[in-house]
């Protein structure tokens, strides 16, 4: 059985192996060139161009993950309303719910793909830094012998790349270290910190997605602290750029295109009217329709009365 599951393993990772080495490989034969191929900040920034790589192929993800965050959140109000309608009810709730997904295009675990896609490429870096420290004999995707001593002993800012806070007794690997797993939690934090504060309306700050989403807040970052300490430090870069990319990523898409109702909405309007105003071009409000008065009513006209022949008589006597 664990032979079959090592297959199963080996046939998903070894595609991975060889698509992660060729990118890396490639950016150290760039930076190689400058810094020395066997210099440690060449691998850290092959390390980091790889990150790029990465992350701009994920873009489309993200998107979508975005799309679908909104519609959660947008939708909270109806998810209300179904848990006041059918909250006694726990099998016609999850029915209707799921509808109100299909209808409205949400997937509610979109918001997790973008991690879960990143992980096996994950460990695929973290079994190619541990293979070339441990035994760089043993050859995976296309890192040869010669680039597997040069990736195991490269040393950045006197620490070694390949070495764990857990796995030395090197101070400069313990604070080198902690300063990356100390920025890997901060940005998990405020990411996810960003989403809440700044993209989400407030009917949406309460109920079972805002829990989750309060839940991740803190607990992201603990497992991101706690499993940080056991990654080689070259991982630790590429996992603390991730983070970076994702919250550059996110400022830029909720600053240019916010869920309505959210405080960023309303500051993305405040931005566009003073923009306008700048060029001359204020949209001002449509200004309220007077209420006009009724006229007042023209009095009717008096019919005069018809005169008697003896009243007619008189008159002719008088002129």
Wanted: hydrophobic share 45%; glycine share 6%.
């Amino acid at each position: 059985m664990l032979d079959f599951f090592g297959a199963i393993g080996g046939f998903i990772m070894t595609p991975l192996y060889y698509a992660i080495s060729a990118v890396l490989i490639g950016f150290h034969n760039v930076f190689g060139e400058v810094f020395g191929p066997a210099s440690g900040l060449a691998w850290v920034l092959s390390i980091i161009g790889l990150t790029l790589v990465i992350r701009a192929a994920l873009i489309p993800l993200f998107v979508k993950q975005i799309k679908s965050s909104r519609n959660m959140q947008l939708i909270q109000p109806k998810v209300k309303e179904l848990q006041k309608k059918y909250g006694h009810d726990r099998e016609r709730l999850a029915q209707e719910t799921m509808k109100l997904y299909k209808d409205t295009g949400t997937n509610p675990f979109a918001s997790c793909l973008p991690i879960l896609l990143q992980m096996p490429i994950f460990f695929a870096l973290f079994r190619l830094i541990d293979q070339a420290a441990k035994d760089p004999k043993v050859e995976r995707g296309l890192m040869t012998e010669k680039l597997n001593t040069q990736f195991g002993d490269a040393i950045f800012l006197s620490a070694k790349i390949s070495d764990t806070f857990l796995k030395t007794d090197d101070l400069s690997v313990r604070v080198l270290a902690a300063v990356l797993v100390l920025a890997m939690t901060v940005t998990t934090f405020l990411t996810q910190r960003q989403l809440m504060s700044k993209n989400m309306p407030a009917d949406a700050l309460t109920g079972p997605y805002a829990q989750q989403q309060k839940m991740l807040l803190y607990v992201l970052p603990l497992v991101f602290a706690v499993g940080g300490i056991a990654f080689p430090v070259g991982v630790l870069f590429y996992w603390t750029t991730s983070n970076l990319w994702t919250m550059g990523q996110q400022f830029y898409v909720i600053r240019n295109n916010p869920a309505p109702g959210t405080p960023a909405f309303k500051a993305k309007e405040e931005r566009d009217q003073a923009k306008a105003a700048r060029k001359g071009h204020a949209v001002t409000p449509e200004p309220a329709a007077e209420v006009v008065a009724d006229p007042e009513p023209t009095p009717a006209r008096v019919q005069p009365k018809r005169q008697t022949k003896a009243q007619r008589q008189r008159n002719k006597k008088r002129k």
